[in-house]
C-alpha cells in the first residue's frame, strides 16, 4: 500500500500564487504518473495536470499557462506550481499516483486532498 499526502493548500487573492506538494510513502514500486485533481464545492471532479516518469506533461485547458507540475522521481514527490490564481480555482486538489508494480500490475492511490481557496 502507498499514502499519499498532499501540502500547501490556502488562501489566496486572485492573481497570486500557491505550491502544493505530494509526498509518497510505504510500499512504492514505480510511479509511471502523477496527477493533481480538484474538486470544486458541488462540482465534479476534475484532472488539473498530469506528469509521467518521462516528464511529459498533459494540463487542463483551463490552467494551461498557469500551472505546472513537477516531479521528483527518486524522492517520490510531486508539485503543482499554480500562478494568477483565479476564483474558478478554488476547490479541493487531490495528488493521485500510477504505480506500476511490474509486469501488467498497475495500482492507483489517491491522496486525502488540500483546500484551496482563491478569494474574489
Known amino acids: 500500500q502507498v499514502h499519499l499526502v498532499e501540502s500547501g493548500g490556502g488562501l489566496v487573492q486572485p492573481g497570486g500564487s500557491l505550491t502544493l506538494s505530494c509526498a509518497a510513502s510505504g510500499r512504492i514500486f514505480n510511479i509511471y504518473a502523477w496527477d493533481w485533481y480538484r474538486q470544486a464545492p458541488g462540482k465534479q471532479r476534475e484532472m488539473v495536470a498530469r506528469?509521467?516518469?518521462?516528464?511529459?506533461?498533459i494540463y487542463a485547458d483551463s490552467v494551461k499557462g498557469r500551472f505546472n507540475i513537477s516531479r521528483d522521481n527518486a524522492k517520490h514527490t510531486a508539485s503543482l506550481q499554480m500562478d494568477n490564481l483565479e476564483s474558478e480555482d478554488t476547490g479541493v486538489y487531490f495528488c493521485h499516483i500510477e504505480d506500476h508494480a511490474g509486469g501488467s500490475w498497475e495500482y492507483e492511490y489517491w491522496g486525502q486532498g488540500t483546500q484551496v481557496t482563491v478569494s474574489s
Open positions: 506528469i509521467t516518469i518521462s516528464g511529459s506533461t
